[in-house]
């Protein structure tokens, strides 16, 4: 199910939300404002951009090195996760270096966030002293600072971080929300014909998929369903066509060989496909397309494969596709794979965080075609094009980047600004995505 050409970019409105970090079982976070001695700014306590907390901001004069300075106590040594709230009004990522107790530790891109009201928080981890400390974030170009309203540092020794949300998260918690089959008993099919008539079923179902099924084709979804993998479960040659529908729930499903698309989601809303592997097949593994909307794609893994996911299938399908195919793609394992993760038409904000992008061959994300894409929070490794601006024949369009870890990889294209995101949404810290992600995404790794 496919592709192809045509017109514009559009430029649109600002980003963001607040992020928090992942701790639970640590401290609760302590924190420090900017404007608040001891912390120093090399330059002037702001208070006319909106949003800022306690009495102002760290505007610090645009030079390298102009820094915001915090003091940090911790009971502790060892670990210890920062978020740094700040607001970037340009276009321009004002990178910055991380300095704990004199050392640089790591750094942060603070991109843009859209507008100087609008404040994102950024997620690092550092090691503390026991005692008092110093984090300093300096800006290691000439543009300076973003402008930092606080930071909140939550201390715990050595304990390690909480393993991330694996619940529903994004565009499917929207518009209604996604519940499939809802509690509805479960009915367990073992063949392609069992299979398809409860898929295509008008009534809403809880359907368990024991063993391999060998089919082909695309067996089509109706609304209200909720498909579960039992261990092991695999569904060899053909895909699912999740078409007119809405409240579609797909977990735990190994797809291998199939001669179309793996997962076809069209004319649908409110879909949830989670914890899959895809590897092996024919045209698109998970490709969304003609007016679909509220989607959730996440903790998938795919490997041994090219077209990953489309998302918006045609340069010309404007009046189906504008303002709609909204989707979030979180914690998907892209393994080796070739090119669209995903290749966007039309849809803002899509939201692609926390993924994990090993060894991807051709490209990792691409924006076209009045697309708004947020990438954020996501791991590269040994992937020589982690986002491009236009594909084929589809024009450049709008790309935030912002928090993402790079590895032997390239860089990560940006253009323009993206709608905010609507949802609350935990954000990994991106150096621990892989570990998260190769752990925890694709079939087998969760019981349902
Ligand atoms: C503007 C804005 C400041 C910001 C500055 C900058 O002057 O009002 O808040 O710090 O731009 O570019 O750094
Ligand atoms: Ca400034």
Not at 57 to 74: D, E, I, K, L, R
Not at 82 to 111: C, D, E, H, L, M
Not at 254 to 268: E, K, M, P
Not at 344 to 364: A, K, L, M, S, T
């Amino acid at each position: 199910m496919h592709v192809k050409p045509l017109i514009a970019g559009a430029g649109l409105a600002a980003v963001a939300l607040v992020v928090l970090s992942p701790s639970a079982a640590r401290a609760a976070p302590t924190r420090y404002e900017a404007e608040s001695s001891p912390a120093v700014c090399t330059g002037t306590i702001d208070a006319n951009w909106a949003g800022f907390s306690g009495s102002g901001f760290c505007n610090a004069t645009n030079a390298t090195g102009a820094a915001s300075q915090f003091s940090v106590s911790s009971s502790a040594a060892g670990s210890a996760t920062v978020g740094v709230r700040y607001a970037n009004g340009t276009t321009t990522t004002r990178p910055a270096n991380i300095i704990v107790n004199g050392s640089t530790v790591t750094s942060s891109t603070f991109g843009g966030t859209g507008a100087w009201t609008t404040w994102a928080t950024t997620t690092l981890t550092v090691n503390l002293n026991a005692g008092s400390n110093t984090i300093r974030l300096s800006p290691t170009t000439a543009n300076g600072l973003a402008n930092i309203d606080f930071i909140e540092v939550t201390t715990g020794g050595t304990e390690p971080p909480q393993p991330p949300q694996t619940g529903l998260v994004g565009w499917a918690t929207q518009g209604g929300g996604t519940t499939g089959g809802g509690g509805n008993p479960p009915v367990t099919v073992t063949s392609s014909s069992a299979l398809s008539s409860a898929l295509s079923s008008g009534s809403a179902a809880v359907i368990r998929v024991s063993g391999t099924i060998s089919c082909s084709g695309m067996l089509r979804v109706a609304s209200n369903k909720t498909v579960l993998g039992n261990s092991g479960a695999t569904i060899s040659g053909c895909g699912f066509n999740i078409s007119e529908a809405s409240n579609v729930i797909v977990r735990n499903l190994t797809f291998r060989g199939w001669d179309d698309d793996a997962i076809n989601v069209q004319y649908s809303t409110r879909v949830w496909i989670d914890h899959n592997s895809f590897t092996s097949g024919y045209d698109g593994a998970v490709d969304i397309k003609r007016a679909s909307d509220y989607v959730t794609v996440s903790w998938n893994r795919f490997f041994s494969h090219d077209k990953t996911m489309l998302l918006g299938h045609s340069d010309d399908n404007a009046a189906e596709d504008r303002g709609r195919l909204r989707v979030t793609y979180h914690h998907n394992w892209f393994d080796g794979t070739g090119q669209r993760h995903p290749r966007v038409r039309f849809g803002n904000p899509v939201h692609v965080f926390n993924n994990f992008y090993g060894g991807v061959g051709d490209y990792g994300v691409a924006s076209t075609l009045e697309a708004g894409v947020l990438v954020e929070g996501n791991y590269f490794e040994n992937t020589d094009s982690p986002c491009e601006l236009g594909q084929g024949s589809s024009p450049p369009a709008n790309l935030v980047q912002r928090n993402n870890h790079f590895v032997s990889s390239g860089t990560c294209a940006a253009s323009g600004t993206v709608r905010s995101i609507p949802y609350s949404y935990t954000l990994t810290a991106a150096s621990s995505v892989k570990s998260v992600v190769t752990s925890g995404a694709g079939a087998g790794r969760i019981s349902v």
